[in-house]
């Protein structure tokens, strides 16, 4: 009997090619995917992105799922939000395979229903998992059809009409695909916009050869910086490995916090439905929820992570959804998570007015922040406990625990500290005035964390 509780993480299955992941088991996946959205469709679509082993465990899904008599519909290489797209459009549930930033070594699947409704661990990928750990039952029916369906197009047609560049000047934008799934979407969905697109690494290569396809590392956008200074250019774009994140850095090459475009496309969004429910999670900056408000719009707090961003969305009826990592959810395309869209949002903010983004952005980035500080722990539990024992003796302070520790300090400083859920780190977020403020709350909290 397999043990999969290795791979089977909260929002997706991971884990490293041919020690953890090969073709027999994914194929055992497949099978069980089949069995679950069995009473739901007929027929599964499929995409993979450009790591090695991404078309033979592709092949390997669809060759479990038609063994349970379902059809399969692949459209080849992908991006995440292309398959989410093709989701979507063809209400069908879908696979897509990809290790998103991960290394080489790796590779991963992430599951949705029709729709592009997300699969995690519980609203589906338990049951997966211990299908396979059972032995998945053998279908005595007809076997499926694979079908092959190019879905970029259309996609891109989509994308385009959800945002409207025909007003706005010409642009100069740097784009780092990090030899992902952005150098195969960027071309098409740009195309024929007033946009001068400067390549880097668009050459599909899975093996990462220029830097990890990981944007919100700060090394890995270092080369993005340098070439927009060079090339004096607008704005600069940075993709995650499937391309479903981005990341922006404005015409200095200075980054722009995620919480900022967050804001910056809430309100763009407001302006087409004003009223409308926002959705942030609970680390992006306080100011996203202050600027919604501002703006006439109803901001909501979630945990973080995709599965319950999609779920408060769908309960709320929300039009936007953002999160610190750079994961921005729309509800008009099925309030899945597109790095595209929200990048064709700032350009036309940046497009339809003449001052530079580092100028557009200033009103939404308020306050100091840390940025994700990880610290490796022996027990979770006890730091945890330590940190809040500390700050919940001093005056004024109150304490939230939605998704792990939240402090909200009498002075306006606020931190989050939440466990990992696949390795024994505390990941640090600290909010403030100014960075002076940022650093002492932070060391405050380290010394507990660490002590």
Same mark, same amino acid.
């Given at each position: 009997?397999?043990?999969?509780?290795?791979?089977?993480?909260?929002?997706?299955?991971?884990?490293?090619?041919?020690?953890?992941?090969?073709?027999?088991?994914?194929?055992?996946?497949?099978?069980?995917?089949?069995?679950?959205?069995?009473?739901?469709?007929?027929?599964?679509?499929?995409?993979?992105?450009?790591?090695?082993?991404?078309?033979?465990?592709?092949?390997?899904?669809?060759?479990?799922?038609?063994?349970?008599?379902?059809?399969?519909?692949?459209?080849?290489?992908?991006?995440?939000?292309?398959?989410?797209?093709?989701?979507?459009?063809?209400?069908?549930?879908?696979?897509?395979?990809?290790?998103?930033?991960?290394?080489?070594?790796?590779?991963?699947?992430?599951?949705?229903?029709?729709?592009?409704?997300?699969?995690?661990?519980?609203?589906?990928?338990?049951?997966?998992?211990?299908?396979?750990?059972?032995?998945?039952?053998?279908?005595?029916?007809?076997?499926?059809?694979?079908?092959?369906?190019?879905?970029?197009?259309?996609?891109?047609?989509?994308?385009?009409?959800?945002?409207?560049?025909?007003?706005?000047?010409?642009?100069?934008?740097?784009?780092?695909?990090?030899?992902?799934?952005?150098?195969?979407?960027?071309?098409?969905?740009?195309?024929?916009?007033?946009?001068?697109?400067?390549?880097?690494?668009?050459?599909?290569?899975?093996?990462?050869?220029?830097?990890?396809?990981?944007?919100?590392?700060?090394?890995?956008?270092?080369?993005?910086?340098?070439?927009?200074?060079?090339?004096?250019?607008?704005?600069?774009?940075?993709?995650?490995?499937?391309?479903?994140?981005?990341?922006?850095?404005?015409?200095?090459?200075?980054?722009?916090?995620?919480?900022?475009?967050?804001?910056?496309?809430?309100?763009?969004?407001?302006?087409?439905?004003?009223?409308?429910?926002?959705?942030?999670?609970?680390?992006?900056?306080?100011?996203?929820?202050?600027?919604?408000?501002?703006?006439?719009?109803?901001?909501?707090?979630?945990?973080?992570?995709?599965?319950?961003?999609?779920?408060?969305?769908?309960?709320?009826?929300?039009?936007?959804?953002?999160?610190?990592?750079?994961?921005?959810?729309?509800?008009?395309?099925?309030?899945?998570? &597109?790095?595209? /869209?929200?990048? #064709?949002? +700032?350009? =036309? %903010?940046?497009? @339809?007015?003449?001052?530079? !983004?580092? $100028?557009?952005?200033?009103?939404?980035?308020?306050?100091?922040?840390?940025?994700?500080?990880?610290?490796?722990?022996?027990?979770?539990?006890?730091?945890?406990?330590?940190?809040?024992?500390?700050?919940?003796?001093?005056?004024?302070?109150?304490?939230?625990?939605?998704?792990?520790?939240?402090?909200?300090?009498?002075?306006?400083?606020?931190?989050?500290?939440?466990?990992?859920? &696949?390795?024994? /780190?505390?990941? #640090?977020? +600290?909010? =403030? %005035?100014?960075? @002076?403020?940022?650093?002492? !709350?932070? $060391?405050?909290?380290?010394?507990?964390?660490?002590?």
């Amino acid at each position: 009997m397999p043990d999969l509780s290795g791979i089977v993480k909260a929002y997706d299955i991971r884990g490293v090619v041919g020690e953890q992941l090969d073709a027999a088991l994914v194929r055992d996946l497949g099978s069980a995917f089949a069995l679950l959205i069995k009473p739901e469709s007929d027929s599964v679509v499929i995409g993979h992105d450009m790591r090695d082993s991404s078309p033979e465990l592709a092949t390997a899904f669809a060759d479990g799922v038609t063994s349970q008599g379902l059809d399969v519909v692949t459209i080849g290489l992908a991006s995440t939000d292309q398959l989410y797209f093709a989701s979507g459009s063809l209400n069908l549930p879908g696979a897509m395979f990809t290790a998103s930033h991960n290394p080489a070594k790796y590779n991963g699947i992430k599951l949705c229903r029709s729709g592009a409704a997300p699969v995690g661990q519980d609203s589906g990928l338990a049951e997966i998992r211990d299908t396979v750990e059972q032995g998945v039952p053998t279908f005595a029916g007809q076997r499926g059809s694979v079908t092959e369906k190019d879905v970029l197009a259309d996609y891109a047609t989509y994308l385009r009409k959800l945002v409207d560049l025909s007003g706005s000047r010409p642009l100069k934008v740097v784009v780092d695909a990090g030899n992902g799934m952005g150098g195969y979407t960027v071309p098409t969905v740009f195309a024929g916009l007033p946009i001068e697109v400067v390549p880097m690494y668009f050459e599909l290569d899975g093996n990462f050869p220029n830097h990890e396809a990981n944007p919100l590392d700060p090394k890995n956008i270092v080369d993005l910086q340098a070439k927009v200074r060079e090339e004096g250019a607008d704005a600069g774009l940075a993709f995650d490995g499937d391309a479903d994140r981005c990341f922006v850095v404005d015409e200095r090459g200075e980054p722009v916090s995620p919480s900022a475009i967050t804001a910056l496309v809430a309100i763009r969004e407001l302006e087409k439905e004003p009223g409308g429910t926002i959705i942030h999670n609970l680390i992006t900056s306080k100011g996203v929820p202050e600027i919604v408000a501002e703006h006439g719009g109803k901001p909501v707090r979630t945990r973080v992570g995709h599965s319950f961003i999609k779920a408060e969305m769908a309960k709320t009826g929300a039009i936007f959804g953002g999160e610190h990592s750079a994961h921005y959810y729309f509800r008009d395309f099925w309030r899945a998570d &597109t790095g595209m /869209l929200a990048a #064709l949002h +700032v350009l =036309a %903010a940046l497009g @339809e007015q003449t001052g530079p !983004l580092s $100028e557009l952005t200033a009103e939404y980035s308020r306050y100091a922040a840390s940025g994700e500080i990880n610290s490796t722990v022996d027990d979770q539990v006890a730091r945890m406990l330590a940190v809040k024992d500390t700050f919940s003796a001093r005056d004024g302070v109150e304490i939230d625990e939605l998704d792990g520790l939240t402090v909200q300090l009498p002075g306006g400083g606020w931190f989050n500290l939440r466990p990992s859920n &696949t390795e024994p /780190l505390l990941r #640090l977020n +600290v909010e =403030a %005035a100014d960075a @002076e403020a940022v650093r002492a !709350l932070t $060391e405050d909290v380290l010394a507990i964390v660490r002590g």
